[in-house]
């Protein structure tokens, strides 16, 4: 057996906390991503790993959280936190770390997440580094070692909070950067789960969800979670072009994605926005057609397994990401693609081309 | 009397900026694995340009007067001159060397002390309780405090990228947080409500608010003010209100612990490294079919999972031809 670390009282011997973040019961993956990372932290300081979810009507998510790594479960469910409105959840959430003492707190750098852990922060006084890719933990000072892209992702820098007075060390972690460990369901115990009431009426919470207009797609998680992705950039010329990627990405089971140069000139909205200012993906094809891949944008897709650049400029820097590039007028090349996928695809009504 | 004029108030809006490096044109030396920060302008942060342009919005369809705030080096003027010729009223300009170095904690602590110098940020709880006790407090300048209603931010800096500098300050100052709002529907300033749309993960969400409120907004929130001749003429002669920490109490409490600068932030940089770079690939020439022939020769292992379902559902074939 591993030797027990003795610690004093205020050196840090607090457990390491993962924010399951959930909206209308659905949890976001990045919790379990957290909670897989969290896990190897928790495990080299040697202390339990505890999930903390709140929400109304949520009694399916703490054996998921069980299921993902955590060691216990704290629950506050109550019809105050039936929409995510950040001052219950700040007061919440500060009360339980004030009571009791986490060392380390990591949120998802999701929209939710990176509003949330910033005014935890501030009302705990406490440090958080924002939009983490990296974790690690000096186990002899117990601290925790996040570290970040900085200055558009030129450089990494890794954030430490030093003195334990500030206590959690927080971090927010970018979604798709650490994989969701294994599921092995495990029994709940009046030891695991620990409910607790939330203490806030609706009268004290200064804003109120009166409408939800859903992006329409069926999955809420698609371009952050999608296998292919076949992006467009400035080079595509007009709003139009963008069909002709979106068929591309139909006939190989791909979703589209965007620099945040046509997202900003309105071409196609932000959620389909690849980069710093936008989503991190991680799939296993990453088609750039027509993006000249400023370093905002690498920063966004550069975990892709491969990435296909098609681009007119031999000299766009995204030709250095790439592992196929194709220097070329993507109106060319992209229907030459989606013809030889159909060919393949129905042998029949595309007989193979003579040798 | 008339009962209007006396129920009249100036609506009070703040719009907080940063000026930052233009990190686009940043470059690293692999070599030493430095910054080269020679001839990389500083602007000011893009993302504030849409917090100045809602709230100019605002201005326009509910009166009131805007004062933009920063905290830099002296060169700062620039990005509130900026601000000036965007259609802000006034500027401050908050600038002391003991606030250099500062984290997200340290920074959201020094613009607190400065807007609560300049405005009165607690009108709102007196209403709630209803206690009259208003004390009529001064401002740096001698002047009254007027109750501010909105503080506008950016989404994000350029340069830090972190986003907790909204969220910090309507933390500190107890105003309605709202991020990521992408419109604002309207404000009732006699009722004190407000309904924005929120960008959130899935979608648009309309939330129904209290005022005072801040709000932290998506470039999709206006157009970006265009800014006139005489605002340029204004805003070339204009001078902001400079403030330090020896006029911002930084300590009221004299506890003597510094909240400030570097000793104030909790957090450090340990280190900093150069994130490894990825291998060449392979460029592709030929005709185009020749091109996507080999090019999907090359992925159909990653996507024959895809293309082979596909397939099998239609009963058409069994098996997606590889490589003969």
Known sequence: ?355 | MDRGDEKEKMLQYLVCVKQVPDSTQMRIDRTTGTLIRTGVPAVLNPYDVYAVAAAVEVKRRYGGKITALTMGPPMAEEALKECIAMGCDEAIHLTDRLLAGADTLATTYALWRTIQAFFDVDWHKRMREQSANEQPSLDPLGRKKEPLHLIFTGKQTIDGDTAQVGPGIATRVRFTQLTYVRKIEWIDFERNKTVVHRQVERGIEVVEARLPALFMVLPEIAQEERVSPERILRASEYKPIVVNTKIIDMDPDRTGEVRIGLKGSPTIVQEVFVPEEKKPGIRLNGRVEEMASFLLDALQERMQWKVTREAETRGEIEKVPTEA
């Open chain 1, 1 to 355: 057996m591993a030797k027990k670390v003795i610690l004093l009282e205020g050196q840090r011997a607090g457990d390491v906390w993962v924010f399951i973040e959930q909206e209308r019961g659905e949890v976001h993956p990045v919790s379990w991503e957290l909670l897989g990372v969290g896990r190897v932290v928790a495990d080299k300081l040697q202390v339990k790993l505890v999930a903390v979810v709140l929400g109304y009507q949520i009694d399916h998510i703490p054996p998921e959280a069980l299921a993902y790594g955590a060691d216990q479960v704290h629950v506050v469910d109550d019809p105050v936190l039936k929409d995510y409105r950040v001052y219950p959840y700040r007061k919440k959430i500060s009360a339980l770390c004030k009571k009791y003492n986490p060392n380390i707190f990591f949120v998802g750098a999701t929209t939710l997440g990176r509003s949330l852990a910033g005014a935890v922060a501030t009302e705990l006084e406490t440090g958080l580094t924002a939009d983490s890719t990296q974790i690690d933990v000096d186990v002899e000072m117990r601290q925790l070692l996040a570290s970040r892209p900085t200055f558009a992702g030129n450089l990494m820098a890794t954030i430490v909070c030093p003195n334990p007075k500030h206590t959690p060390q927080m971090a927010t972690v970018r979604p798709r950067v650490f994989p969701i460990p294994p599921r092995r369901p495990r029994e709940i115990t009046s030891d695991n789960v620990i409910h607790h009431s939330l203490g806030i009426s609706e009268e004290d919470v200064p804003s109120r969800v009166i409408d939800f207009i859903s992006s329409g797609s069926e999955n809420h998680f698609d371009l952050s979670y999608a296998e292919i992705i076949v992006s467009g950039g400035r080079g595509l010329g007009n709003k139009a072009g963008f069909q002709l990627l979106q068929e591309f990405a139909q006939e190989i089971g791909g979703v589209v994605g965007a620099s945040r140069a046509v997202v900003d000139a309105g071409w196609i909205s932000h959620d389909h926005q690849v980069g710093q200012t936008g989503k991190t993906v991680r799939p296993k094809i990453y088609f750039a057609c027509g993006i000249s891949g400023a370093i905002q944008h690498l920063v966004g897709m550069k975990d892709s397994d491969v990435v296909v650049a098609i681009n007119t400029d031999p000299n766009a820097p995204i030709f250095q990401m790439a592992d196929y590039g194709i220097v070329g007028d993507l109106y060319r090349v992209i229907p030459a693609l989606i013809e030889e996928v159909r060919r393949r695809k129905n042998p029949r009504t595309f007989p193979p081309s003579a040798p």
